[in-house]
């Protein structure tokens, strides 16, 4: 007998077959879900002697943004799989790979210190890159975002010359301030500088157990690399001018001026919009893991601030330069990232026709009263076409005239080319900043987004005059390549700095009083044919200052003046003694003539009593670097105050 199962006489067919869709639509939406769930994953990263290791980049991958631990060495991480590897990376320590960890598990993480000889080898790899497997043909097809530019890959066999230098590291000279006789040269010109690549590159050395070179510490960028407690201002000028004068903390017998300008913070939502191009170099020299990689995650950092009127476009060069993405709406994000993450590093680096064809597309999507701005990402080994420092300046010179702005960030470290990258800022209405991990990158492109890429205010200069009544002699401390000739101030033609919105500017100047013997003011003549100025015995003036400031847009510069009066406190504010502080570490690093009785313990010390509010853990990091570089480099005993200028 035959017998075979039937539908219920009430069930349809066509609600059977309904049905059946509905359940494989319930299955695929529970897979997706499933799929789509957040686990998320917490530990702590320590260092070898167990002390929580804040600055730890934790990622999946390499591509994917990922996060940074905090002061207490914790992270948090989400991902769709419940399970999955973790990779941990700081410079100085060797990376550490946790396989098949779950969200689940209680994560702890101790770091190795990385060999000296690793660091040495990792440094000659950069100073000397492989060739490319891949010719730089690709690069020449623009237009394509999954466009292949080389190959990660080293070169079997590529040999480095064990007579060869593996350090091609390149910085500027610096020739440090001296004092001058206010009777000889009452003016002191400079352009303001906003730039902080100096202290996390110091920072760097310092985290690999290395001395930093002495043309690597500019001062007034490791001053700057903080936020002062200075108003916002209250007219109609874009900045707000702050000055205090106080004992100086490493020569108790000098007095210390602080000059500080308060840039208007402009809410994110109410900036203009931004028309970018991301300018990436994709050179064989750009291969490791703390260039590339790091830029790429860099930049996808970036691209989340991004609104939907901004516009994005992505230009690189290695042997050549190509258009790898147009200029993309913000709102795209997903199209701008896989743009970033499809990019690979191999051939030569022809870093002038990647900045002629950057400009050429931010001119073509010029926004009139808007944000128009080249992001350069490299680590500035330019070696094809125009790549000397005089032609670099020359090119960058030029393309400013079209009213793009330019920032460039640095990555990598062993061909390092920090001089290139000043000239480029310098030159080209720009800043400079230099991303060592991805904490530092998530400070400059998310914490400072405004500052970084909104300039309220541009060819700012600042001018002091000296009453050499009060004042015996003078000293700037640090701008050493912003200084300017006293007629440059009132000559528009003259280019000067740019300041950001919400940025502070803080600059100081040791004060010799008249009546202070000091060795650091040499005896000159007489002079036969000069007739003596006026003293300003009368008057209680300490100095005068002047600043020229133009609107982003403007050709006219506008004139501001402060009188500074000769009354110094004991002690100063916080935001004062954490400059002194600051500035003080820069000095020890360079060895200064000028240091006085400057020691690792008294900058801690007052480092310590202007901590004040860090909800960033900026400054408390300054601490422990200072700490790091006590135990690395002891410093000689402290000077007697009478023997301090002797050298």
Same mark, same amino acid.
């Given at each position: ?44 990263v320590t260092d070898p002697q167990g002390q929580p290791l804040p600055g730890v980049n934790v990622t999946f991958d390499y591509v994917t943004p990922g996060t940074v631990t905090d002061l207490n060495g914790h992270f948090a991480l989400a991902h ?183 840039g208007k913070l402009i809410p994110n939502d109410d900036l203009p919009p931004s028309n970018l191009v991301f300018l990436v170099d994709v050179s064989g020299s750009m291969q490791a893991a703390n260039k590339l990689p790091l830029l790429q995650s ?19 060069? $290695?042997?050549?330069?190509? %258009?790898?993405?147009? @200029? !993309?709406? +913000?709102? =795209?994000?997903? &199209?701008?990232?896989? $743009?970033?993450?499809?990019? %690979?590093?191999?051939? @030569? !680096?022809? +870093?002038? =026709?990647?900045? &002629? ?52 960030l640095g990555f990598g470290m062993g061909n390092y080319k920090d001089n290139k990258m000043q000239i480029l800022a310098d030159k080209g209405n720009g800043n400079h900043a230099y991303i060592d991990d991805l904490s530092e990158a998530r400070k ?204």
């Amino acid at each position: 007998m035959h017998s075979c199962t039937r539908p219920h006489p009430s069930i349809k067919p066509q609600t059977m077959k309904t049905s059946r869709i509905t359940f494989v639509l319930l299955l695929l939406l529970g897979t997706a879900t499933s799929l789509l769930a957040q686990h998320t994953f917490t530990g702590t990263v320590t260092d070898p002697q167990g002390q929580p290791l804040p600055g730890v980049n934790v990622t999946f991958d390499y591509v994917t943004p990922g996060t940074v631990t905090d002061l207490n060495g914790h992270f948090a991480l989400a991902h769709n799989k419940p399970c999955t590897n973790l990779i941990f990376e700081a410079p100085g320590y060797l990376r550490q790979v946790q396989k098949q960890v779950c969200a689940t598990d209680s994560i702890l993480v101790t770091m190795r210190i990385r060999p000296q000889r690793e660091l040495v080898e990792e440094e000659a790899m950069e100073a000397y890159p492989a060739s490319p497997v891949m010719s730089d043909q690709a690069i020449r097809t623009s237009g394509q975002a999954k466009m292949r530019i080389g190959n990660r890959g080293i070169v079997p066999g590529y040999a480095i010359d064990p007579g060869t230098p593996h350090n091609t590291e390149d910085y500027a000279a610096i020739q440090e301030n001296r004092f001058h006789r206010p009777g000889d040269e009452p003016l002191s010109t400079f352009s303001i500088d906003v730039d902080a690549a100096a202290y996390s590159n110091m920072r760097r050395f310092l985290k690999n157990g290395q001395q930093p070179p002495v043309d690597a510490i500019r001062v007034e960028e490791l001053v700057n690399y903080f936020n002062y407690d200075y108003p916002q201002p209250k007219d109609e000028h874009p900045f707000h001018i702050e000055t205090e004068l106080a004992e100086c903390p490493w020569q108790p017998d000098h007095q210390l001026l602080q000059i500080g300008l308060q840039g208007k913070l402009i809410p994110n939502d109410d900036l203009p919009p931004s028309n970018l191009v991301f300018l990436v170099d994709v050179s064989g020299s750009m291969q490791a893991a703390n260039k590339l990689p790091l830029l790429q995650s860099s930049l996808q950092l970036l691209t989340d601030q991004l609104r939907p009127q901004d516009r994005v476009a992505l230009v690189v060069y $290695a042997g050549a330069a190509g %258009t790898v993405l147009e @200029s !993309t709406p +913000g709102s =795209e994000k997903m &199209k701008i990232k896989d $743009a970033i993450r499809g990019l %690979t590093a191999g051939g @030569s !680096t022809a +870093g002038g =026709e990647g900045i &002629k064809l950057a400009y050429k597309i931010a001119r073509e999507h010029f926004q009139k009263k808007g944000n128009n701005r080249v992001i350069l990402a490299t680590d500035g080994d330019f070696n094809i076409g125009e790549s000397s420092d005089a032609a670099m300046q020359r090119l960058i010179e030029k393309e400013r005239e079209s009213g793009v702005f330019l920032t460039v960030l640095g990555f990598g470290m062993g061909n390092y080319k920090d001089n290139k990258m000043q000239i480029l800022a310098d030159k080209g209405n720009g800043n400079h900043a230099y991303i060592d991990d991805l904490s530092e990158a998530r400070k400059v492109l998310v914490n400072e987004f405004g500052g970084t890429l909104f300039t309220i205010a541009k060819d700012v200069k600042i001018q002091i005059e000296f009453n050499p009544a009060k004042v015996a002699g003078y000293r700037l401390i640090g701008y050493e390549n912003r200084l300017l000739n006293k007629e440059d101030f009132n000559d528009d033609k003259v280019d000067a700095g740019e300041l950001g919105s919400g940025h502070t500017v803080t600059a100081l100047y040791e004060i010799i009083p008249v009546g202070v013997e000091s060795d650091f003011l040499a005896e000159v003549d007489d002079l036969k044919y000069q007739q003596p100025k006026p003293s300003g015995k009368k008057s209680d003036d300490l100095a005068t200052v002047k600043f020229r400031y133009k609107k982003p847009d403007g050709a006219q510069s506008i004139l501001l003046e402060r009188t500074i009066l000769a009354k110094a406190s004991k002690k100063g504010s916080e935001s004062f003694r954490w400059s002194a502080a600051v500035a003080s570490f820069g000095m020890l690093l360079r060895d200064s003539d000028f240091k006085g009785n400057a020691t690792y313990d008294d900058i801690i010390e007052l480092a310590r009593s202007a901590q004040g509010d860090d909800p960033e853990g900026y400054r408390a990091e300054f601490i422990r670097l200072v700490k790091n570089a006590r135990d690395l480099f002891p410093t000689k005993e402290k000077k007697d105050n009478t023997t301090a200028g002797n050298r």
